[in-house]
């Protein structure tokens, strides 16, 4: 999985806009816009293992330097002047506090030199401990507005992470599962950046009324390149 992330990394971005604003999609897993030098990555959730480990449940300790590794070749690859979170970017509200001083340092060397927002989530709706950057329910940038959990009802311009959308495409006889952007110009659900996370069925009722369906696709990251697929041609 981790091999995965890092080799789909490398593949090629493709351009979309939402609500008029031109964003290229990276298979990273983050967007960027160039007009702003905006870069917007969400649902990291750093420390997921040591937050399972905490409640007695084992999970490889590897996924806060791996998805650390990820965001900084993001950040070189774009060198955005500002950098939006938009929530969940710990797993839980003691992460930030009780992050080994090597992560920390780390991170905080990524959010130096820049604008950064954090934007409060479910998991960690609280500023992260010991770490500059502002903090806000919601960000309001250009044509779009940023924030943790889309909102239930049509909201031109939203950007959104939280539900971790996955997209399914089914072919002779196989079927392939990959994280995916999800958008129909006028709003989009981000995947999730984190290594060990996972995630929701774009088709799964969770996702109803968010998007128009007659235009409503899923970018899917690949391999070496991201797919735009619409819901109509996805699996459940």
């Known amino acids: 999985m981790i091999d995965r992330r890092f080799r789909q990394a490398g ?7 939402v609500n008029g604003g031109r964003l290229v999609c990276d298979p990273s897993g983050i967007v960027f816009s160039p007009e702003f ?6 649902d990291l959730h750093l420390e997921k293992g040591a937050a399972f480990a905490r409640r007695g ?43 080994p001083a090597p992560f920390r340092e780390r991170l905080a060397g990524l959010v130096a030199g820049r604008r950064w927002t954090w934007i409060s989530g479910n998991h960690d709706p609280e500023p992260p ?11 309001a940038l250009g044509p779009w507005l940023l924030r943790h959990e889309p909102s239930p009802h049509a909201r031109a311009g939203e950007i959104a992470g939280h539900l971790h ?29 984190g290594v060990t996370t996972g995630g929701l069925n774009v088709l799964d009722r969770a996702f109803d009324g968010l998007f128009a369906r007659e235009r409503a696709k899923a ?15 996805l699996s459940a």
């Open 11 to 17: 593949g090629e971005g493709v351009e979309t806009t």
């Open 37 to 42: 030098g905006l870069l917007i990555v969400s």
């Open 57 to 99: 449940m084992m999970l490889p300790p590897y996924d806060t330097a791996a998805t650390l590794a990820l965001l900084d070749a993001a950040l070189a690859r774009y060198a955005p002047t500002h950098v939006v979170a938009l929530g969940d970017s710990f797993h839980d509200r003691h992460g930030a506090a009780l992050m």
């Open 129 to 139: 401990a010991g770490l500059s950057g502002e903090v806000a329910e919601e960000i």
């Open 165 to 193: 959308p996955v997209a399914r495409v089914s072919g002779r006889g196989r079927s392939v599962r990959g994280a995916c952007f999800a958008t129909d110009g006028s709003r989009m659900v981000m995947p999730s950046f």
């Open 219 to 233: 970018l899917v990251i690949g391999t070496t390149r991201i797919y735009p697929i619409p819901f109509g041609a």
